[in-house]
């Protein structure tokens, strides 16, 4: 990934010492979240980080790496396997005070804590007056490729964008992944902080010190007024890729990361498409009642009767992930389809046409065995 | 001390009873789920903390919030849906709360609250506080897997929390055997190693004593997680102001040994008849002065339902574009 | 609600039969749900009722009463408090062939299901290629009024349209709860059968022979040219209320009863808004990633660059259910509000009309405790 | 007797090696969980099995899908992903299926095939079919709340279900002192109302025989549910090929006692040269072929992506809007 892409300068008061930094300084996603992390564990003492393996030698693709050291076992670790009660804990030290951090090395086991999150920690603020608040943040993973299969693989932030009183983000470069986690640790809100497994590999400018992406903006990644692209969580980057598939062409693309699924950004969605005519939402799930019907049913509340749109929704395709390579490259959306997919609704009729792979473009390759 | 004991067994059964006179009325237009029967385990046990100490409960806690201190006011209040309730008429019965009682909010989902107070414990524990945490429930949440879950936790972490299981002998109409392969609890909490026993008869003091010395340990540092199960009687239905043994699932005579065993009329006869009626006197007017003051509450302004759902305001949605960086 | 409504004929083979018969019988809702079972117990000897309370004195509302007289405590039985395994029961069930109908007096609890229901059961049948299928039944009930509050009273429907693998229904009439029910029993696969404790008290037109209601195929419930409503659950009440209202005042509302929401037919909803070019969706649960969000997306998807549309979703409050009587009448459309919403995007603006209330259009009033 | 065991725990031996060996050629994109060193408990359970008894695993599974008969050549075809695999390529390593075996299928969320067990164990009794219906599973699951809810529901209801706990004293790289606050699995079990035992040293023979008899007494309608805890030992990383002695959370001296306990070579040991060299002339012929099928076989068609979603195919949407009756 373009990694001159997506930095955005004083987002927040914090952020104006950021624009002074030196830009150079690179991370990966990996090494952006244990670095959030730190910061957040050193400023404040009632940030703790548990979930199971946070404290194993793998420290959740090094996501958690030396915190174990720095702040101790009451700080920092790992759970037995009881997602549903160690929710509630969590829900529970956020009630009193503390900041939690749960990690989730897959979003499929949270089918395990909806209880918890859906039932208290979504309602908790609300169905007691405002009496109590519950600062918690969920990280969690999806997972992607090397027959991670039905149970490894799914992408359900809609469901949290459903319920009201959670928040959702699904930063896509190391650059939101820190700044969205500050923010994620310092809203006093539940916010359930959405990762992907190949995200994690991606590296990108990371300034070093502390600063925070607000909720509710998107980011124009780039620039275009023949079609609005939006790529959530891991589909940001096969979108990207397909503009220049789509720049390769004479098509202008213009690309947005929401960033943030709750509270969202339908401005700036809304924006791009009054200009260009035609939106793209290519999402990291399942379409049915997930965040591209959201971002289509919304762009149309705005734009009806303004202009004429066309929308497109891509996602995974509608089944369980399969695990053989062969059905696995056909259930998600990749930079080539969607620019096939883009390119056929700036022409307004099928052209099959399917861009030639490039080399650059190519997606990561990843290596099991998880 | 059986002054207190009387005052506050005797202060949940009159607002209790209050709530089933009113209730044909239909301004308490909420699911009631009362205690009378019950009101022993709540008052032993919250005499034996300390206001600073935190409870957790179910929606099956008016004594419990009224034994540890909660508002009353707030609490009459809440069930009449009215602004001046202890959730502004967000939660109704089955959710109450009193944050500065120490009552840290009850649940309507069986079990939930038990991992939410091992995880309040926790921080207290970290926080270095020497806060009991304190969660009520009944004998149908330790079917939920959240029990057994919450207690290794707890175990594990050597947390100063108190599980208190009022076992009333059903779920709503199902009795404990026909829902428990192997209805011993108190034994399925010492093999996730907790420290446990069993109070047969909802004796009020034989509970507060043991209870009593668990929290000093605890206290003292020198108890990790305890657990009580607290054998007892619910007297009216599950959900609802009435009697209803006419359902069939349980009988007036299975009934009568608890009824004759109440503890509101055992600890009365413990108290010097003149203190009794000042007690008593004195309970009613405030239960009288809670009613009113429900009443005479206005009901929420519509503007409240959409404030609270988030603790601070939701940031605006930008109205411009985000400006890309150079 | 008018019980001429909704009674269609010959939608099944089975169902040829019914036009023979009189159509004076009426059921309740209730009652309709009691002798789906009964007969579907009676026909085949693997359909089992279980779940929390069904055979206790009140019976789930009446629905499950007498069964256990009839089919003995093997076939019909209360359960622990444990919804995890039990569902995880009632697909190791289903796996070997038995039938199960497994009963939640609230879809709010579902949320302690969600593991085995989105992780095993909606994805058995796809990840093991076919070898396994999951016949099972999920009947839950979403609360209403009388205080039920945040935890008792949510309508989570689209959790189960967005993950593939699963039917949903929601059934509003008596006629249509008895085959929808029946044909959810016969169907190979999970069903999430949605039921509504206000739909409950309904009364109508119920043959007494066994038929099925197919899934995928929506009803017009009323026919209209000026505005097409969509009604889902209980809303499909206020909705034909809120068509009366709108008839009063010269407006023809097109009431559309989607009945299955997956398979959604999607044909007939587009139809009707290829007519009217206005469509009001109201869903009995929140709006964000609904099936409201569901049904707009996809009507566009359907009709862009055939017609201009006008869209507008109606749902529960962005909030979880208050208590209070004053905050609940806020927090849920009605038939009047459904009607002044409806009479503006007939005029193209607001007009701050509001019909007054009709003595027979009145909301049921529910009774508590529960 | 021995010969048989010998040749089931080989083969799986084998299997896992050569899957193992052929990993790094990046052909098997799957994960693979290796039961190499704890095979000796799918070989002592499964033995005692009939063909059409039924048995659910998790995602550590291979062994148990062998030493129930489930199909050589679809396991290994699966995880190349090959159209011929047992889930024709949509399920992996981790979703093993073989309904003709009794193999009801594994799962990658770690707890849940305890319920869905427990679910077919009924179903059995109500059709008074006389299967055994078992579940295999790890230590860390036994901390999952469905584990607790499970065996209630079996106890409640007298089901013919054996469970059996791998207990190879790790959830990936925690051991279970670190997960358990009383790392005492069996007691638990006990106290749920299980008749359990528990057998130390992945003993294999020991297993079988109390397996064994409570099978019998299954089949024989007097026994109820069983549980067998299982002391066993993972010599392979959690997921890989690979060994993991390097991480530091496990020490090879305490791989040792495990190694040097190997029932491979324990039970090899009491099979006749001749007879053991027969077996495994003949285990390795097997083995080699079913790679070469593996190999051999083409990926599944992109047209079986949207196939098996639903088990008869989803109604077409109509297409015309429906009739309103008259
Ligand atoms: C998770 C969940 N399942 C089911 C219910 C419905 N329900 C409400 S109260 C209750 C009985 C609970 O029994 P117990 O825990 O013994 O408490 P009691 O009412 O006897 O005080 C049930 C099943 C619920 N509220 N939550
Ligand atoms: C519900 C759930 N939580 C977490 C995981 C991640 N995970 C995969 S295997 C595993 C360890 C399980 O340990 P155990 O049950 O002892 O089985 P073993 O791998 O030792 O055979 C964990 C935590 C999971 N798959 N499912
Ligand atoms: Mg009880
Ligand atoms: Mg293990």
């Known amino acids: ?370 | 001390m059986h002054e207190q004991f009387y005052k506050s067994l005797f202060r949940i059964r009159r607002v209790e009873e209050e709530i089933a006179r009113i209730y044909p009325t239909d301004k308490l237009k909420s699911p009631v789920h009362l205690s009378i029967g019950q009101e022993a385990v709540s008052v032993a046990v919250c005499e034996a903390l300390r206001p600073e100490d935190v409870c957790f409960g179910t929606y099956r806690s008016h004594a419990m919030y009224l034994a540890k201190g909660g508002d009353i006011n707030g609490m009459v209040a809440e069930m009449y849906g009215k602004q001046t309730g202890c959730t502004k008429g967000k939660g109704g019965s089955m959710h109450l709360v009193d944050t500065k009682a120490g009552v840290m909010g009850t649940s309507a989902v069986v079990g939930t609250t038990i991992a939410n107070a091992v995880g309040y414990a926790y921080a207290m524990k970290l926080q270095r506080k020497k806060v009991v945490t304190t969660v009520f429930f009944g004998d149908g949440a330790t079917e939920e897997g959240v029990f057994p879950e919450s207690l290794n936790f707890a175990v594990l972490k050597n947390l100063p929390v108190l599980f208190i299981c009022e076992n009333n002998g059903y779920a709503i109409h199902t009795s404990q055997a026909k829902r428990q392969g192997h209805p011993h609890i108190t034994e399925r909490a010492k093999a996730a190693g907790v420290q446990s026993s069993c109070v047969e008869d909802n004796d009020c003091l034989e509970l507060h004593g043991q209870v009593k010395s668990a929290v000093e340990a605890m206290r003292a540092g020198t108890s990790g997680p305890r657990f009580f199960e607290c054998k007892t009687y619910r007297w009216k239905e599950h959900v609802g102001p009435n009697e209803d043994f006419g359902l069939g699932y349980r009988t007036p005579s299975e009934a009568k040994r608890w009824i004759e065993n109440d503890q509101v009329t055992k600890i009365a006869a413990l108290v010097p008849e003149a203190t009794r009626k000042a007690i008593e006197a004195e309970v009613e007017a405030e239960v009288k002065a809670a009613f009113e003051f429900a009443e005479a509450s206005p009901f929420p302004d519509v503007s409240e339902l959409m404030t609270d759902v988030f603790h601070t305001p939701c940031a605006a949605t930008p109205s411009e574009a985000v400006r890309k960086a150079a």
Not at chain 1, 11 to 25: L, S
Not at chain 1, 65 to 82: A, I, M, Q
């Open chain 1, 1 to 370: 990934m373009d990694t001159t892409l997506c930095v955005e300068q004083s987002q927040t008061a914090e952020a104006a010492d950021i624009v002074a930094m030196p830009k150079e300084r690179t991370l990966t996603y990996t090494e952006a979240i244990r670095e959030a992390t730190d910061m957040e564990m050193a400023r404040d003492p009632n940030v703790i980080v548990f979930g199971l393996d946070v404290d194993d030698p793998k420290a959740i693709q090094g996501t958690t790496k030396g915190l174990l050291d720095k702040y101790g076992s009451e700080r920092v670790f790992g759970t037995p396997l009881s997602e549903d009660a160690m929710t509630g804990v969590a829900i529970g030290a956020a009630l009193a005070g503390l900041r939690p951090i749960h990690v989730h090395i897959r979003m499929d086991f949270l089918m395990l804590s909806m209880n918890q999150l859906v039932n208290v920690g979504a309602k908790s603020s609300y169905m007691f007056g405002g009496a109590v608040h519950v600062p918690l943040v969920v990280r969690s993973m999806i997972g992607k490729s090397w027959g991670q299969g039905a149970q490894h693989s799914q992408g359900l932030y809609s469901y949290f964008m459903h319920v009201p009183g959670m928040k959702v983000v699904c930063p896509t470069t190391p650059y939101d992944a820190k700044g969205c986690l500050i923010e994620a640790v310092r809203d006093d809100n539940p916010v359930m902080f959405v990762e992907h497994r190949i995200l994690h590999f991606q590296k990108g400018p990371v300034p070093a010190a502390s600063y925070t992406v607000a909720p509710g903006k998107a980011r124009i990644t780039a620039e275009g007024d023949d079609i609005t692209l939006v790529g959530i969580s891991y589909m940001q980057l096969e979108c990207l890729r397909a503009q220049r598939y789509l720049a390769d062409v004479g098509i202008n693309a213009e690309v947005i990361d929401p960033i943030w699924l709750a509270p969202l950004d339908i401005d700036t969605i809304a924006a791009s498409v009054r200009k260009t005519g035609k939106l793209c939402v290519v999402d990291n799930g399942w379409t049915t009642c997930g965040a591209s019907a959201e971002i289509v049913a919304q762009v149309l509340e705005r734009l009806q009767g303004t202009r004429d749109i066309r929308v497109m929704r891509m996602g995974f395709a509608n089944t369980a992930c399969p695990t053989s390579p062969t059905l696995e490259a056909e259930f998600y959306p990749d930079a080539r389809r969607v620019a096939s997919a883009a390119y056929d609704m700036v022409h307004g009729r099928k052209k099959n046409w399917m861009p030639e792979e490039r080399v650059d473009l190519r997606q990561i390759e990843f290596k099991g065995p998880f």
